[in-house]
């Protein structure tokens, strides 16, 4: 199995980002996979749980981050089609209310929703948050923000649900 986990995102303006995850789950042979993040997945391998709380899975966005394509701070850079169980209200991102407000900066590898909103909140919750930031965006919030999301990594508290702080 492949160490590493390629995925078209969304990226500034609604560009297509390629951005590269350390793989975290195994594939269930013979099973349908929608993108639904369930708790205890039986999926998550052990080396991808740990990388999970601690969200080292995300580190090989920092070549994204090189190449300007994402920011350390930011709206999370998720996939342009829905597949898991928001799928009924929307097919696309850009459908929800607010992707053009929260599509005008690059993502992030953290960001206010990634912190503040629960695991479980659905896209439009996130996205709301997601707009605050854009409006709100400077750099001592950044700053901010950055030492939170080191803080969550230092607890391996980034797959707790509900408040991770």
Do not use: C
């Not at 597949?83 to 696309?92: H, L, M, S, T």
């Not at 459908?95 to 900066?105: A, D, H, K, L, T």
């Amino acid at each position: 199995m492949p160490i590493f986990f390629p995925q078209e995102r969304v990226g500034k303006n609604g560009k297509i980002i390629k951005v590269i995850k350390f793989r975290t789950m195994k594939h269930l042979s013979g099973k349908s996979h929608l993108d639904i993040d369930l708790e205890n997945d039986p999926r998550i391998t052990r080396v991808g749980r740990l990388l999970r709380v601690t969200a080292i899975d995300e580190l090989p966005q920092l070549w994204n981050i090189l190449k300007g394509e994402m920011s350390f701070v930011g709206p999370r850079a998720l996939p342009m089609i829905i597949d898991d169980n928001e799928k009924q209200n929307y097919a696309r991102l850009d459908q929800i209310p607010g992707f053009e407000i929260r599509s005008r900066v690059r993502p992030g590898l953290t960001g206010i929703s990634q912190i503040y909103a629960s695991k479980d909140a659905g896209r439009e919750e996130k996205f709301k948050y997601d707009i605050e930031y854009v409006n709100k965006m400077n750099f001592w919030l950044d700053l901010n923000l950055i030492i939170i999301s080191f803080w969550i990594t230092l607890r391996g508290s980034w797959e707790k649900r509900g408040n991770k702080l």
